[in-house]
């Protein structure tokens, strides 16, 4: 139909929207601008800035921070399944500037946290959180760590009751080494490696309302690392799974 995303029927002039219920409903951007940011945003490793994107395509800065917006929102896991097997965890901080006063950084001025856990060669599951409390971490751990996997971290205090929980937790003293035998962190510390250094020199700065949407970024595109090939089609395939409805929150 001239005018509207929409086909009718030459019989019964019922009208069918294909965009409906999809991140492109109401937008007046082509489709073929629409799947180059996603082909960039799948295929880029550190990701890719809006003013990037403003000057490929032509069109205003305001439009292509939308597009990587709605883009992001299809990259948030929908997978709830347990991580099983050898689960590396760890915490780190984003944004601000960190003073470090102690063994483990204590003071930390207009920082985020954000908490990983990575199964070794498998999927990652990472989450902004509050707070780097005992309380916290060990919530996010039996909600999506297997209660039978074998958990790895470092010395920080939070962990210490894992073992009195049930788990069969192993710890690394990074005060000492950083490798002994097979109890590391190496992983969880890799997916962090790429997460700041995407966020320090491609977007400069992510303020705490959009900081789990960006980190959601990174984790979809580590957890199908080894499917790089299929990675745009992949993404193309969640733009039908999310509703106009939650869609139109992030505009």
Known sequence: MTGRTAYACNHCGNHIYPLAGTIFEKSTTSLDLWFFAMYLMAQTRSGTSAKQLERMLGVTYKTAWRMFKQIRMLMAETNTSLLSGTVEIDESYFGGRR?????????????????????RDGRAYVKHVPDTSKY???NQIQQNVDPKARIITDQYPSYQSLRKLGYNHDFVNHTKTFVVGDIYTQNI???????????????????????????????????????SGEMFDLLLAEATSVSSSKASQLV
């Open 99 to 119: 003073i470090r006063k102690g063994i483990w950084g204590g003071g930390v001025d207009n920082k985020e946290a954000v908490m990983g856990m990575v199964e």
């Open 136 to 138: 916290t971490l060990i």
């Open 189 to 227: 510390e890799g997916v962090w490696s790429t997460m700041k250094r995407g966020i320090t020199g491609v977007y400069r700065h992510v303020s705490k309302k959009y900081l789990q949407a960006y980190v959601d970024e990174y984790t979809w595109r580590f957890n199908r690392r080894k499917r």
